[in-house]
């Protein structure tokens, strides 16, 4: 007879060995970890059998669904070839295809792929190619040494992408370890203009989250902006960086942000969907002109020296291709269309509520705003907790709920969504502590 098998308590590994991203510990430890085990559709499943409305996308990658037939076949169909190859001297199937993909969906102009892994490295790749390029170029162009970037921006959590950041709460603490940025007004294309003019001769180039600023708490930028800020950076002789890491494969409704004021940057960083959110893939995209800046003799040194163990990973490749497939097969974008109505109309309600300050939203991506309250109250943690009770997934930004659901959501599940995001931030305002509820509802 054989001996019962034995489930592993999860929840109490996690509490004695894990260390969460973006999370205080102490108060991680204080409460039951939620154990995700699996996923279908739009929903996930936890260790108990519960199901949940994935209405973050877990965490703002996954464009059809989990489970996915067509993504799933292929990266078993690539299991059966090579895991892992690497692009160091050497080159593979998918990476070359995917590549040749890209440059045909991307802004015009943009004709070579650097792969990595995350957001965060997309970023620093481009903050590098940048600043390379201009060195490489000589003259007065090596003094192009520092970059513009905005006030509340996000773009990872490596060094170079933190010392482009203008979060502070994020990114006061390293800035002993960064390098040289100046910050201009989100939005302001005036201030960029004056920042540009102020620093002319030492940027090396502007980099932007186009049309939504999402770790800022969906902060959306004006119409026309994007256009002049690629019109100043032209008018400075400065590089646009695009960091579509977020806004990118239809979360803004086009497959980038940019297709919004026909804007083309001279780099642009993609990860999240680009996989469908099933593997860790990043890729930089540039310009021929800064491709060519990089040619040269073996002995001229004008190489990018940079590279990840798993760069171009296979696996990761032929999920991309596959999720490319899906957004043509299944008219992806065009089905969207509907659904972004549909979520304006509903949050047109939710803006009416009494705990609700303002509510941003563009395309898929949206931040019910709770306003300004006492960090210990913790109110978009508290709707978080009221959302998994009643069967929804949400993460805040401080007290901004974000929701951010699959692409492939259906009507049904998106209203069930921001039916749910209502019934939580009620919930968390009559839960919280009598002195706050009446600021709450003021």
């Known amino acids: 007879m054989s001996a019962p098998v034995t489930v592993p308590d999860y929840a109490q590994l996690d509490r004695d060995h894990l260390w969460h991203p973006f999370t205080q510990q102490q108060s991680w430890g204080e409460e039951e970890p939620l154990v995700i085990e699996r996923g279908q559709g739009s929903h996930l499943f936890d260790t108990a059998g519960n199901r949940y409305l994935d209405g973050v996308s877990s965490l703002w990658c996954n464009v059809h669904g989990h489970g996915h037939a067509g993504i799933d076949a292929a990266v078993s169909a690539q299991l059966d070839k090579v895991a892992h190859s690497t692009m ?8 070359a295809e995917l590549a040749a993909r890209l440059v045909e969906i991307a802004p015009p102009g943009l004709s070579r792929v650097f792969y990595s892994e995350s957001g965060s490295t997309a970023t620093e790749i481009a903050l590098k190619m940048a600043f390379q390029y201009q060195q490489q170029r000589g003259g007065q162009h090596a003094r192009r040494t520092s970059f513009v970037h905005l006030r509340d921006s996000y773009h990872g ?5 933190v010392s482009v950041g203008g979060i502070d709460l994020f990114h006061s603490t390293y800035r002993p370890l960064l390098f040289q940025a100046h910050q201009a007004e989100p939005g302001d294309a005036a201030d960029l203009e004056r920042v540009l003019a102020r620093h002319e001769e030492e940027v090396a180039a502007v980099i932007v989250e186009p049309l939504v600023q999402g770790a800022a708490g969906m902060l959306l930028h004006p119409p026309g902006y994007l256009r002049a800020v690629r019109e100043l950076c032209d008018s400075f002789g400065v590089l646009l960086i695009c960091d579509e890491v977020a806004t990118g494969f239809g979360r803004t409704g086009t497959m980038f942000a940019c297709e919004h004021e026909d804007v ?4 642009l960083c993609l990860a999240k969907g680009l996989t469908g959110g099933y593997l860790p893939l990043a890729a930089t995209l540039a310009t021929e002109r800064i491709y060519d800046g990089f040619l040269g003799a073996a002995e001229e040194f004008r190489t990018f020296f940079h590279g990840h163990t798993y760069t171009g990973n296979p696996l990761a490749c032929a999920a991309a291709l596959a999720n490319l497939d899906a957004f043509e097969r299944e008219g992806t974008l065009e089905r969207l269309q509907p659904k972004i109505e549909l979520l304006r109309e509903l949050l047109d309600r939710v803006a009416t509520m009494s705990a609700v ?10 931040g019910i705003d709770l306003g300004e309250h006492d960090p210990a109250l913790r109110m978009g943690h508290r709707v978080t907790v009221e959302a998994r009770k009643r069967g929804a997934i949400v993460r805040p930004l401080s007290d901004v709920v974000v929701l951010m659901p699959p692409l492939s959501i259906s009507e049904e599940e998106l209203r069930s969504l921001v039916a749910i995001a209502v019934e939580s931030i009620e919930a968390a305002v009559a839960g919280a502590p009598a002195r706050a509820r009446d600021t709450l509802t003021a």
């Open 157 to 161: 959590d490596t060094i170079g992408s």
């Open 357 to 366: 300050s303002e509510v941003r939203a563009r395309g898929l991506m949206a």
């Open 264 to 267: 083309s940057p001279d780099l």
């Open 88 to 95: 160091l001297g050497l080159t593979h199937p998918g990476a």
